[in-house]
């Protein structure tokens, strides 16, 4: 059973709309969770971070984690072409140490 | 305030040969993690360095090593290369807390490396 799982995608939304994407992950003692984008042929950028349950919002982003069912979300408000790229789950299963599990990504499409 | 600087960017190597690659992390900050992305396999933590020593290390084989110098700048070493070690081989920089603190990884733009 793989660590962190993200459905692949791809994921069209037209622009403007809400782009919801997905994560659960198999340890159920993971501390820290992290929303990166990667565009083609660039590094992962960190959008999110969130560590406690509930939503935590910035800007167009919103994370959501809820530990009892091992789920964090990322949503993105009024989606704009330039947030097409592949969106990355990664899981810290402890503090202090700062070794990430990563799931596959998901590609996300916004079409104009 | 400079970002994570890799060198080089790119790398043509010839199965056998050894390679090394650089990663100087944002200052103040003394973690460095390494992490290997291939189409097939997605993002896979290699190792960690922390105050000159690994203190984490990911499922890879012992041709990849790594170390840490006093200024908190690291290199990853991979000898006797492997076609399947052709990725982006990305360096994330971290401040590393204690227990219970929570800390963001910043990464590189990576070193591409091609093994022919």
């Known amino acids: 059973q793989k660590e962190v799982e993200q459905n692949s995608g791809p994921l069209s939304v037209p622009e403007g709309a809400i782009a919801s994407l997905n994560c659960t992950y198999s340890d159920r003692g993971s501390q820290s969770f992290f929303w990166y984008r990667q565009y083609s042929g660039k590094s992962p950028e960190l959008i999110m971070s969130i560590y406690s349950n509930g939503d935590k919002e910035d800007g167009r982003f919103t994370a959501q984690l809820n530990k009892a069912s091992q789920y964090v979300s990322l949503l993105i408000r009024d989606s704009q072409p330039s947030d097409s790229a592949t969106y990355l789950c990664a899981v810290k299963v402890r503090t202090g140490a700062n070794n990430l599990f990563f799931g596959t990504g998901t590609r996300l499409t916004v079409i104009p | 305030k400079a970002g994570v600087t890799q060198t080089p960017r790119y790398l043509i190597k010839t199965r056998g040969q050894q390679v090394t690659l650089s990663c100087s992390p944002i200052?103040?900050?003394?973690?460095v993690s390494w992490y290997q992305q291939t189409p097939g396999q997605g993002l896979q933590f290699l190792f960690e360095?922390?105050?000159?020593?690994?203190?984490n290390k990911g499922n890879f084989p012992g041709r990849f090593s790594g170390r840490q110098f006093s200024n908190s700048r690291s290199e990853m070493n991979v000898s006797t290369l492997e076609l399947g070690d052709s990725a982006l081989y990305l360096c994330?920089?971290?401040?590393?807390?204690?227990?219970?603190?929570?800390?963001?990884?910043?990464f590189g733009q990576g070193t591409r490396l091609t093994v022919v």
């Open positions: 994330a920089s971290s401040f590393r807390g204690g227990q219970g603190m929570n800390t963001e990884a910043f």
């Open positions: 360095y922390f105050s000159e020593t690994q203190r």
């Open positions: 200052s103040g900050h003394r973690s």
